[in-house]
């Protein structure tokens, strides 16, 4: 049974950073790999936001309203994926979640969501 746990969330000033982290585990040996992950982030009321998508190609994009601030990074030794948020706005409040796609020993490559984890930024 593979987990995603998330962490880092809080609450932040204007102008601070935070760095999200979301752990993949399961059985011993299981996990191979990651082959693409991406960060999402939602408020009340409103749809699910693409903030940073790292395909299974290579690259990294990012939404608009975050470029040039947040960076998203992996850590396959860690079975782990990061979200560095810096320069926080107070519109960058939201639930965010991640979602990885891991490359399996024993079966296919799946993808899973994480518990998300709140982020809010006081003005």
């Known amino acids: 049974q593979v987990q995603l746990v998330e962490s880092g969330g809080g609450l932040v000033q204007a102008g601070g950073s935070l760095r999200l982290s979301c752990a993949a585990s399961?059985?011993?040996?299981?996990?191979?790999?990651?082959?693409?992950m991406a960060w999402y982030r939602q408020t009340p009321g409103k749809q699910r936001e693409l903030v940073a998508a790292?395909?299974?190609?290579?690259?990294?994009n990012y939404g608009d309203s975050v470029k040039g601030r947040f960076t998203a990074s992996t850590d396959n030794a860690k079975n782990t994926v990061y979200l560095q948020m810096n320069s926080l706005k107070p519109e960058d409040t939201a639930v965010y979640y991640c979602?990885?796609?891991?490359?399996?020993?024993?079966?296919?490559?799946?993808?899973?969501w994480g518990q998300g984890t709140q982020v809010t930024v006081s003005s």
């Open positions: 979602y990885v796609v891991l490359r399996m020993a024993y079966g296919p490559s799946f993808g899973y």
């Open positions: 399961a059985a011993s040996g299981s996990i191979s790999g990651i082959n693409a």
């Open positions: 790292m395909p299974d190609g290579g690259g990294t």
